[in-house]
């Protein structure tokens, strides 16, 4: 059915489009001015836009990993086999790869990362406390490319020379220093993450010590504590928080890229030995990616791509809880 | 018992002191080590010319050049969305909404900058089948957005309240109290923080392997594969040729020059300010 006359509106309509401009504007706005209505609409959009873009990314990545996730599916985490010629995938080597090389960082750097955040925060005096904490952030600041240059051509040889004879030669009844000795491999890319991963760490347990009480130091202190019982009772408080620090660490050592690639060899294989060379998650995308000729090729690629994303997604989003429940609690007792 | 408490002290608080002299030695190994092999290596040849085969010197002029327009893309792209996210996390910063874009904005920091790349790859290199310049300057802005937006958030908060109710108690509409009076007071702040973001894009290389590239030709096509100086120093450092090591440490310092003035402007600026 026409209607025959749609041209005029009636007045009822007119009032109704009327009325839900100003619901438009009242909704965005209190104070109903159209310029605020506009600016914060603006604002929102911006802001809507990273959330878009997070929800993006996994779109993206799932939608080109689809190949891959229907040919191997849960396959693909146990899977060793990784051949491009044949078309099989499978990302175990790269599992195990970035966890060890991860968790070797977490290892060295853990306690120096403490022991900087404590001597910052706890012993030294302001004006050495300053400087050091600017030089500890230019460690930071450093690019991925350059660490991995550096650990070419400087850690690399030092570790082939000085470092992993003795270790075969003390510890080679273990399997984790057995093998030839090439100064390339785990061992080299879990320290050059170590090295990366530590000014991450010690800013964050920097700032979760700093937001301690210092009633609580007081406290320790007219206990008769010494300085080292005192600290220990400031850790204890920001334990969960130095576990975020720690996790946000983790989350780093799992994404470097460009650092790791160069220095860990790059084969796909899982041996139990440090000296050996490895590959990582990120590392195998780095390589191969612009190589990947095929469709299930990339697909693959891709579907590692999405594996790293939701890993590092979860890791940074549980640290950032831990080191809010610290930093948040009692930086808003003390503002109040 | 008093002995041996006051000897854990006295060790404990040494290790402490160690680790911190130990990080800072690393650096000044690092820093002092690039610079010994970079200074041989720099020539005002090597500053304009671009890569030539082995054997025949070359230099990193495309890739300075590539580098800077990335970096100009990125900011052009990435400064206005990171600054109006923060201006709202700020500004409008107490709901449910903007507690979630403030989770994941710091999030997104923490994700691998290769994911950024590969992202970019799916959405612009894939349906253009080409590399270009556009799609690195834009996985650049990706991860500067999430910088950006979290430091002007944190620069706008320290923007007193009274300044903003003088402004509203004067009859100035909302929009008016942030673009003319909380901003200005902020503009520094939002300026260091920008500062910070671009030395922290300039130094990354994974997103631009399968984005921008590289090239051995100048290039200004935003639609070409476009040079940077940290993907050609990645492609010097792992060949096997020598010459080309000491070009890879050479443009190293070119590169830690760059990102080492920025933050220590930024360090001397700030101070002053507060």
């Excluded at chain 1, 590392?283 to 299930?296: G, H, K, L, P, R």
């Excluded at chain 2, 290039?219 to 792992?238: G, R």
Aim: proline share 5%; hydrophobic share 55%.
């Amino acid at each position: 059915m026409q209607n025959p006359q749609p041209t005029m509106p009636t007045p009822a309509s007119a009032y109704g489009a009327r009325a839900r401009v100003w619901n438009w504007r009242r909704a965005l706005s209190p104070t109903g001015n159209t310029g605020d209505a506009v600016f914060r609409a603006v604002l929102f959009g911006c802001a809507l836009m990273v959330l878009l873009l997070v929800a993006a990314m996994i779109a993206a990545m799932a939608a080109n990993s689809r190949l891959s996730l229907r040919e191997f599916g849960f396959g693909f985490l146990t899977s060793s086999e990784w051949n491009p010629v044949t078309g099989r995938f499978g990302a175990l080597p790269f599992i195990y790869g970035t966890i060890v090389s991860s968790l070797l960082a977490l290892l060295v750097s853990v306690p120096v990362s403490l022991g900087v955040a404590v001597f910052l925060v706890e012993q030294a005096p302001r004006r050495l406390s300053r400087p050091i904490t600017f030089l500890v952030e230019l460690l930071a600041a450093i690019p991925s490319v350059v660490y991995g240059l550096w650990g070419i051509f400087v850690l690399a040889p030092v570790l082939r020379q000085y470092v992993e004879p003795p270790l075969q030669k003390w510890f080679g009844w273990l399997p984790f220093f057995q093998g030839p000795i090439t100064g390339i491999g785990l061992l080299t890319g879990g320290i050059i993450l170590a090295i990366m991963i530590t000014p991450i760490i010690s800013a964050v347990v920097r700032d979760v010590l700093a937001a301690v009480p210092v009633t609580q130091r007081e406290a320790a202190l007219a206990l008769g504590a010494t300085r080292w019982e005192t600290t220990r009772v400031v850790l204890a408080n920001g334990a969960p928080g130095i576990a975020g620090a720690i996790i946000l660490g983790l989350g780093r050592a799992i994404g470097e890229t460009m650092a790791v690639t160069m220095v860990i060899g790059n084969r796909a294989q899982i041996s139990a030995s440090l000296f050996e060379p490895s590959y990582t998650i990120a590392s195998v995308i780095a390589n191969e990616f612009t190589e990947a000729s095929e469709a299930i090729y990339l697909s693959a690629l891709v579907e590692l791509g999405l594996i790293l994303f939701l890993v590092t997604f979860i890791i940074n989003a549980a640290a950032r809880l831990l080191v809010w429940s610290v930093t948040r609690a009692t930086s808003g007792a003390a503002r109040t | 018992m008093h002995a041996r408490r006051y000897a854990t002290n006295a060790v404990m608080t040494t290790l402490t002191a160690a680790c911190a002299f130990f990080a800072v030695a690393v650096l000044v190994l690092i820093l002092g080590y690039i610079a010994y092999r970079g200074i041989g290596a720099i020539s005002f040849q090597f500053l304009i010319e671009t890569p030539k085969p082995v054997g025949e010197g070359g230099g990193i002029g495309n890739a300075i050049l590539g580098t800077l327009i990335l970096l100009a893309m990125a900011c052009v792209v990435g400064m206005p969305f990171g600054i109006a996210t923060g201006i709202y996390l700020a500004e409008y910063g107490a709901g449910r909404f903007a507690a979630l874009v403030r989770f994941l904005t710091d999030t997104l920091t923490g994700i691998p900058s290769i994911l950024i790349g590969v992202f970019v790859y799916t959405i612009i290199v894939l349906p253009m089948k080409q590399f270009s310049a556009m799609a690195g300057g834009l996985a650049l802005a990706l991860i500067m957005i999430p910088i950006v937006a979290r430091t002007t958030e944190e620069m706008i908060r320290l923007v007193p309240a009274s300044l903003r109710e003088g402004a509203l108690a004067l009859g100035a509409p909302q929009w008016r109290v942030t673009t003319g009076v909380v901003l200005p007071a902020a503009a520094s702040g939002i300026v260091t923080g920008a500062m910070l973001a671009v030395a922290r894009v300039s130094g990354e290389t994974a997103p631009l392997l399968f984005t921008a590239f590289g090239s051995r030709f100048f290039n200004v096509y935003l639609d070409q594969p476009m040079a940077s100086l940290t993907v050609q120093i990645y492609n010097y450092a792992i060949s096997p040729y020598d010459e080309w090591h000491a070009l890879a440490w050479a443009a190293t310092l070119i590169l830690m020059t760059l990102i080492l003035v920025i933050n220590i402007a930024v360090r001397f600026f700030t101070r002053r300010k507060i």
